[in-house]
């Protein structure tokens, strides 16, 4: 028979792990930002504890990543890329997805941080760049996106865009 005070001790144990894992958090784009440079240059979110950011703090540990970019081409049609940014990870893999309507012009996996992931779609149209996936970070950082371009099509991330990272273990 287990003593009450054991009971006890394990609630609280089983308590305090639950407390230590970070919550969901979800950052949403509200502006167009727009990459006219081949030198990356970082998403600004909205969202923590309000105003502007560019990333979302993570410590070491393993995180569930999705969401979506609305991407909006420029012309002409060209390869244009996003990268995760942040902090060294230990492994992972996030996949993704560019679809336009029910096209999937590129898709792929990205296995590190500062990884181009091509985004290529019809000029002057609007698209999704979606991606979902496991990433386990060695350290603690910033975690975000960028954008750039790969030599003269623009591109914007239009609001509805969002990035959401839940630590699982």
Known sequence: MTHPTEKTYDIEQRLNALIAAQPARVWRNTQQGNFTSTSQVA????????????GIPVVAGTYLVRGM???????PNQNVF???TGPAIASGAIGFQCIEG???YTSGICTAINQDCTINMVASTSGEFKFEGIVSFSA?????????????????CQGGSYLELSQVA
């Open 69 to 75: 970019l609305v991407a909006a081409m420029g012309s």
């Open 82 to 84: 996003a990268r995760f």
């Open 140 to 156: 603690g950082g910033t975690f975000s996106m960028a954008g750039r371009i790969s030599s003269t099509t623009p591109w914007a």
């Open 102 to 104: 029910t096209t999937v």
């Open 43 to 54: 998403v600004s979110w909205e969202g923590g504890q309000g105003g502007d950011s560019t």
